[in-house]
Nanobody, 124 residues
Framework: QVQLVESGGGLVQAGGSLRLSCVASGRTFSSFHMGWFRQAPGKEREFVAA????????HYADSVKGRFTISRDNAKNTVFLQMNSLKAEDTAVYYC?????????????????WGPGTQVTVSS
């Protein structure tokens, strides 16, 4: 079992920045690929970013490429999502997830563990 807890969400003006964190406990964090997803009201969950277990590879949704950066610190069992140049359409609940097998899983169906989410609200 892996327990994931996100933090760092909040209210920010358009153009601002937030840094989300996701702390893992339980099984060895460094053995999991990690991803960030988001879900806006009335919309389906969508992939945001993913990072390989080693941190050596990352992948982003086109909508956030160049603005968001995913990173991880395996010594601290933490994955981060630095969000810059935020837009109103980035407003959503953001979830981190852990996948033991697939580095890129855009649908999220392979992620075995999910956090409860953190709300990000961007005012225009």
């Amino acid at each position: 079992q892996v327990q994931l807890v996100e933090s760092g969400g909040g209210l920010v003006q358009a153009g601002g920045s937030l840094r989300l964190s996701c702390v893992a406990s339980g099984r060895t964090f460094s053995s999991f690929h990690m991803g960030w997803f988001r879900q806006a009201p009335g919309k389906e969950r969508e992939f945001v970013a993913a990072i390989r277990w080693s941190g050596g590879n990352t992948h982003y949704a086109d909508s956030v490429k160049g603005r968001f950066t995913i990173s991880r610190d395996n010594a601290k069992n933490t994955v981060f999502l630095q969000m810059n140049s935020l837009k109103a359409e980035d407003t959503a609940v953001y979830y981190c997830a852990a996948d033991p097998i697939y580095y890129i899983d855009l649908a999220g169906s392979g992620y075995d563990y999910w956090g409860p989410g953190t709300q990000v609200t961007v005012s225009s």
